[in-house]
């Protein structure tokens, strides 16, 4: 995107996605930088005459950060001070940084550097010398950034840049900030000349420097048996884990021990304000599981064979007493109901109870036991799963989950949105972000155990009076929400603006599809419940993906907030942040709200 283009009115734009190891934040700045209006911009500079122009080429800041575009910071001898206030992250990968410049009258230039680090880095070199003149013509110098190789550390560089122009004999001084990850050369030579790093980060090591080995030969051999036995050893866990996938009991013996880990519980370690390149510190997840999914999986399945899956935990229908509707569609209702206790009867005890009408066709029972079944058997404090279901013969089946007193959370931040003046459950930008946090964890739990929700949204969470979140299957929510899913052509309905590219167009589904998701639920929750891309066609969401395009940035949500956002909307499943990152970056974001609040 040129500088100065126009964007859609209400979209954000990207242009190409960031490199490894570049958050979004950066992005973020670099689309106001770019344009005319970004900056403070001061000196005596031109109309007519151009002077002194110090650049990153269009070339130089797609490379580093994946935009057509160029960034100036100095153009026509006017100093743009926003630009060169912004501490750029230098990917990983990256060991010189390019720079163009040239200036009609003569300029004296001076160059220095100074790192933070010395043992991680050693001090930049530079292919031109360190003082002299600046060309008149248009040239680029170099700067290397040499790693010493030592330790693991991010260090923060800088490059001086003092300019004098011979006719006014006065210096002005030009401070280029960069960071850049510097990783021990000894850890990675002994596996691998050229290996990567815990964040996928692509480390070149010289060959010449890793031990040799007493024969060649033995060397290939042995690495050819490891790469059969690993390859082997792949074949077997997939096969066991669809055959895991099949069950629909998802019981388990052990509790996490890290289930009960969330807001009431924030790291003492966590005292940074957020930041561009924040979480470094988070604990890597592996890579996510896929999953596709065929079309229509689910009314494969027929009503004996749900029924038989969930027999275990069927109760009476004697114990439920139905008392007020809480939310009702085309064929299918929630309630609030009461339980009975079966040893005490005197005991009772409020559930959701969601269940089907008369009209309801036989695949939509099937669909409404089988998607309820989703979380069986996880407990986790911020997950709602089922407790008990109604199955007797003759009887509309019911579904029973523990009660939330202030019910959907969709529904409740539309009753928010409504009376926020004057509204007794107004809730504050601390506390959505606080609901955040804990649908985060709740996700975080699931992709541990590599379970995807695949439908993550306002309307699959509920929430009580403590606004305690907790995340639920989707099991009628397309009767219940009928204008938050879509259908393509394909007789199934999706929801589309919650989904990613990858979902939306190959119907593959990840945990990085769900962090797309919960992207869209952040928005939601910052908005007060209101949807997504609503302007746009849904036949059209791949294209406006595809082209770079996401939904702009709510009324009074901060920057750091949205940039949180904009990272789980890469289009590359790999450069979205995992859940236990997207914790503690929430968690750090509240922990500043509550210290200005």
Not at 215 to 239: E, K, M, N, P
Not at 353 to 380: I, Y
Request: proline residues 6%.
């Amino acid at each position: 995107m040129l500088p100065g283009a126009p964007d859609p009115p209400g979209w954000w734009i990207w242009g190409r996605q960031p490199g490894p190891g570049l958050w979004c934040p950066s992005l973020l700045f670099f689309l106001v930088a770019l344009s005319p209006a970004a900056g403070s911009y001061s000196g005596p500079g031109t109309a007519n005459e151009p002077g002194l122009n110090v650049y990153m080429s269009e070339e130089e800041v797609r490379r580093l950060i994946g935009l057509d575009a160029e960034l100036y910071y100095v153009r026509n001898d006017v100093i743009n001070h926003y630009a060169l206030s912004f501490n750029l992250l230098v990917p990983g990968e990256t060991s010189s940084l390019h720079f163009s410049w040239h200036a009609k009258s003569k300029v004296e230039y001076k160059l220095g550097f100074q790192v933070d680090k010395p043992l991680a880095m050693e001090i930049p070199q530079t292919n031109i010398s360190m003082q002299g003149v600046v060309p008149n013509s248009l040239s680029v110098f170099r700067v290397d950034l040499l790693c010493s190789g030592r330790m693991d550390s991010e260090v923060v560089l800088v490059m001086q840049l003092n300019i004098t122009i011979s006719s006014a004999k006065n210096i002005t001084v030009l401070n280029f900030k960069r960071r850049k990850m510097c990783y021990r050369k000894i850890e990675q030579e002994a596996r691998d000349p050229i290996s990567f790093d815990r964040n996928n980060t692509r480390i070149h090591f010289d060959p010449v420097n890793v031990a040799p080995t007493t024969s060649t030969r033995v060397f290939y051999i042995s690495v050819g048996v490891c790469c059969a036995v690993i390859f082997l050893v792949a074949i077997i866990l997939a096969v066991l884990h669809l055959h895991s996938m099949k069950r629909v009991d998802l019981d388990e013996s052990l509790s996490d021990s890290s289930s009960s880990q969330g807001l009431s519980q924030p790291s003492t370690q966590t005292t940074q304000y957020l930041r561009a390149d924040t979480p470094n510190n988070a604990t890597p997840v592996t890579s996510y599981p896929t999953l596709r999914i065929e079309k229509n999986d689910l009314k494969s399945v027929t009503l004996l064979e749900a029924k038989a899956k969930v027999k275990d935990i069927a109760i009476s229908r004697e114990r439920v007493t139905l008392k007020d509707v809480l939310h009702e569609g085309t064929f299918g209702r929630i309630f609030h109901g009461i339980l009975v206790d079966e040893k005490d009867p005197s005991k009772e005890k409020p559930v959701f109870v969601k269940t089907v009408k008369d009209q309801a066709s036989e695949v939509q029972v099937t669909m409404m036991l089988t998607e309820s079944c989703k979380l069986r058997g996880l407990h986790h404090r911020n997950l709602l799963p089922i407790s008990h279901v109604c199955i007797e013969e003759g009887e509309r089946p019911m579904v029973l989950l523990p009660f939330m007193n202030w019910g959907n959370l969709k529904l409740f931040l539309r009753q928010c949105k409504l009376v926020e003046a004057n509204n007794p459950q107004a809730i504050s930008q601390q506390d959505l972000v606080h609901m955040a946090i804990q649908i985060a964890c709740g996700m975080s739990y699931l992709a541990r155990r590599e379970v995807i929700h695949k439908d993550l949204a306002a309307r699959n969470c509920v929430i009580d009076e403590s606004l305690q979140v907790k995340i639920t299957d989707n099991a009628l929510s397309r009767d219940l929400f009928p204008m938050d899913y879509h259908c393509l052509g394909d007789n199934e309905n999706r929801p589309v603006r919650w989904m990613a590219l990858e979902s939306l167009v190959n119907k593959e589904f990840s945990s990085a599809g769900d962090v797309w998701a919960f992207g869209v639920t952040l928005w939601e929750l910052m908005t007060l419940g209101q949807t997504p891309y609503v302007d746009i066609d849904p036949f059209e969401m791949a294209a406006y993906l595809k082209d770079g395009y996401r939904i702009a940035q709510p009324i009074n949500c901060p920057d750091e907030l949205f940039a949180v956002m904009a990272c789980c909307w890469a289009l590359d499943p790999e450069e979205r942040p995992k859940f236990q990152q997207l914790v503690q970056c929430l968690t750090e974001f509240h922990s500043a709200l509550g210290a200005y609040v």
